[in-house]
């Protein structure tokens, strides 16, 4: 497996309090992603990184802000949680030149 | 804008039988990559194969083998002699120029091999 590890792995939440997920990596890769995955939308993506400090908004970005202070992590931060939200959210690695590597997913219910 | 689409959101076949999954892609770009990945029931996302637009030869891997067209814009998954463990939903995805721009995916294509 690619080191990547994220947390928590579940978490239920109520509507309108503040959510950040965690993503870490080992891989000391360039790019990191957040997707979330939703039945009849396959993985979409939120946000992704290309270096430490930037970032850039991917198609379903409403609601989200990351972060990449250091390389190793990339935050995924929801401000004020709403139903809409209740996904499976994953992050990715990737290098120039190399396929995307998944971590195990965070199940998040907003309730 | 690129986008790729997966019509078959079901199949179910019965073990040995083989079963082609289908994936068709737009895209302007002229240098892309696509990919298939493997999510089990377990749900972790598993990287199967990647290939660049330059390169339409045909891709065998034990009993997994892949067919790039560009001419019908597809790149089919084909599993021969499918076995129970192959029950998983597969995504087709697409990439253009291999940056680190967004990685499409279709909605994915979930398989249902029956002892």
């Known amino acids: 497996d690619a080191g990547i590890t994220q947390s928590p792995r579940h978490k239920v939440t109520e509507t309108g309090t503040p959510v950040t997920l965690r993503c870490h990596q080992t891989e000391n890769h360039r790019y990191m992603y957040w997707y979330r995955q939703d039945p009849g939308h396959g993985l979409r993506l939120i946000h992704y990184?290309?270096?430490?400090?930037?970032?850039d908004k991917g198609e379903v970005s409403d609601g989200y802000s990351v972060s990449r202070s250091k390389t190793e992590d990339f935050l995924l931060t929801l401000e004020s949680a709403t139903s809409s939200q209740t996904s499976v959210y994953f992050c990715?690695?990737?290098?120039?030149?190399?396929?995307?590597?998944f971590g195990n997913g965070t199940r998040l219910t907003v309730t | 804008a690129q986008k790729v689409t997966q019509a078959q959101t079901e199949i179910s076949v019965v073990e040995k039988e083989d079963v082609t999954l289908d994936c068709v892609y737009e895209?302007?770009?002229?240098?892309?990559?696509l990919f298939w990945y493997k999510q089990p029931p377990s749900g972790e996302l598993v990287f199967l194969i990647r290939r660049n637009s330059f390169d339409e030869q045909n891709e065998i891997s034990g009993r997994y083998s892949w067919n790039f067209q560009k001419s019908t814009s597809s790149f089919n998954f084909t599993i021969t002699a499918s076995q129970v463990v192959d029950s998983a939903v597969y995504f087709c995805?697409?990439?253009?120029?291999?940056?680190?721009?967004?990685?499409?995916f279709g909605g994915g294509t979930r398989l249902m091999v029956k002892p």
């Open positions: 895209t302007r770009d002229t240098t892309y990559y």
């Open positions: 990715a690695i990737r290098e120039t030149g190399s396929p995307l590597h």
């Open positions: 990184s290309y270096g430490v400090k930037d970032t």
């Open positions: 995805a697409l990439i253009r120029n291999n940056a680190g721009n967004m990685l499409t």
